[in-house]
């Protein structure tokens, strides 16, 4: 199965949550890396305050998504400089995460069935929606 950047946003925003719930730093995820040929990159930043940004850059184009989302995982790891078992219980606690949300059904489907999935409606409820009106009456959207 080859990564999308839907897919990417959905892991990054899973990532995030486990991260924050654990206390860690959630890095910023973005694609793709600003260096030519290589698959991820890290990069940290302290703005006037103090405060420490770290972004992971991850390729996406051409990969498998389990590669993509093991350089994700492997960025919140080292943005937090993790290591041991400590590294070890984050990353299955990570992979689990990102595996309900494809049990759960939370992980965008093939572009093909985007729309389908997003609204809920069938092409039917979507043309019963927008029937016209009897003159006179006012024209109501529902969204």
């Known amino acids: 199965m080859e990564a999308s950047s839907l897919r990417f946003a959905a892991a990054a925003r899973s990532l995030g949550e ?3 719930a654990a206390g860690l730093v959630v890095p910023s995820f973005r694609s793709p890396p600003r260096l030519e040929g290589v698959d991820r990159t890290m990069k940290r930043q ?4 103090g405060v420490e940004a770290v972004t992971v850059s ?3 184009k051409g990969r498998p998504w389990v590669s993509v ?3 994700m995982i492997d960025g919140v790891l080292v943005a ?6 400590t590294a070890g219980a984050a990353r299955t606690v990570m992979w689990g995460a990102v595996e309900a949300d494809v049990m759960r059904g939370s992980e965008p489907l093939e572009p093909s069935r985007q729309g389908q999935r997003r609204s809920g409606r ?3 409820g979507h043309a019963a929606r927008r029937a016209p009106q009897p003159a006179g009456q006012p024209q109501t959207r529902v969204a």
């Open 18 to 20: 486990v991260a924050r």
């Open 46 to 49: 302290v703005d006037g305050a």
């Open 58 to 60: 991850v390729r996406i």
């Open 69 to 71: 989302l093991a350089d």
């Open 80 to 85: 937090n400089e993790l290591s041991g078992p």
């Open 122 to 124: 069938s092409a039917a």
